[in-house]
């Protein structure tokens, strides 16, 4: 199984960015896909998921500025980030699930490398 993050890089306050995310050696459209972020001197947390049915969750922190979307064809999850601030600098990962929580990293059963970005000026 492999997850590979794609996105990262440098973006001005307020601008925005997408992330992918590839999978493979998975089932892809089976399983919950979810984003989590860890941010310098913290722990992960939980960003955002997508069901197998398209249904979304998000953390408060960016309900309303990113999106959560999957192409099952091509075995991708993206996460569109805009309107983006300094605090969320992070590195994110995708990860991905067949239990039926989706904020816990616990719940995930395969983990990406991580892709990093920095919002600042």
């Known amino acids: 199984v492999q997850l590979q993050a794609f996105g990262g890089g440098l973006v001005q306050p307020g601008g925005f960015l997408r992330l992918s995310c590839a999978a493979s050696?998975?089932?892809?459209?089976?399983?919950?896909m979810g984003w989590f972020r860890q941010r310098p001197g913290k722990e992960r947390e939980f960003v955002a998921a997508?069901?197998?049915?398209?249904?979304?969750d998000y953390a408060d922190t960016v309900k309303g500025r990113f999106t959560i979307s999957r192409d099952n064809a091509k075995n991708t999850v993206y996460l569109q980030m805009n309107s983006l601030k300094p605090e969320d600098t992070a590195v994110y990962y995708c990860a991905a699930s067949l239990r039926y929580g989706v904020v816990l990293t616990s719940q995930y059963d395969y983990w990406g490398q991580g892709t990093k970005f920095t919002v600042s000026s």
């Open positions: 050696g998975i089932t892809f459209s089976r399983y919950i």
């Open positions: 997508i069901r197998w049915s398209s249904s979304t």
